[in-house]
């Protein structure tokens, strides 16, 4: 079982959309968790870095952290044609001293105009 | 002005052959890392400096030779390239452990 489970999708949304993207870990010592954002032929971008549980929003975006059932959500309000990309949860913990980021496999996201 | 770059973006090479990549961060940051994505698109660490220190090694073959002339700079040296090594591979960087990393734009790796 891997440590970090994402579904690949695609997932396909009309734009203007609500958009859930989630992920579950096994691993109880992660503590920190990101949303990273990765169009075709760049590098991840940061979107969101969480700890606690609870929600924290940032414009469009929302990130949810639930620890106890080791589970996150990432929400796109208004989806827009240009948020087409892959989306990478990461988490990182006291298991590697906080030294190894662990990614899940990512979700392709296509929103269609 | 990029905050991690790495050089070269497209790398393609014989097998056997060895091989470079640069990676420099501005961001000031203390730590840097290296990351393999495969064909499937799945990031997965390879080495963690802190400040010139190599903190992890995560099992990689020993012909992956990290170098970091300073903390701004972390490059990745090849030897002996297999087909398996084709993959794009990332720089990156974070302020300290555990916090945000910033990724550069990759170097695509393609073996003859």
């Known amino acids: 079982q891997k440590e970090v489970e994402q579904d690949p999708g695609p997932l396909s949304v009309p734009e203007g959309a609500i958009v859930s993207l989630n992920c579950t870990y096994s691993n109880s010592a992660f503590q920190y968790f990101m949303w990273y954002r990765q169009y075709s032929r760049k590098g991840p971008e940061l979107l969101m870095y969480t700890y606690s549980s609870g929600n924290k929003e940032d414009g469009r975006f929302t990130a949810q952290v639930d620890k106890s059932s080791k589970y996150i959500s990432l929400f796109i309000r208004d989806s827009q044609p240009s948020d087409s990309a892959t989306y990478l949860c990461a988490m990182i913990g006291t298991n590697t001293g906080f030294q190894k980021l662990v990614f899940g496999t990512g979700t392709r996201l296509l929103v269609s105009p | 002005d990029t905050a991690v770059s790495q050089t070269p973006k497209y790398l393609v090479t014989q097998m056997g052959n060895d091989k470079s990549i640069k990676c420099e961060q501005n961001?000031?940051?203390?730590?840097m890392y290296w990351y393999k994505q495969d064909s499937k698109k799945f990031l997965k660490i390879m080495f963690s400096y802190n400040n010139k220190e190599l903190i992890i090694n995560e099992t990689v073959p020993n012909r992956f030779s990290p170098k970091s002339p300073d903390k701004a700079h972390l490059n990745l040296h090849i030897n002996s390239l297999e087909l398996g090594d084709s993959a794009v591979y990332f720089c990156?960087?974070?302020?300290?452990?555990?916090?945000?990393?910033?990724f550069g734009d990759g170097t695509r790796l393609s073996i003859l």
């Open positions: 990156a960087s974070s302020q300290q452990r555990g916090q945000p990393q910033h």
């Open positions: 961001l000031g940051h203390d730590t």
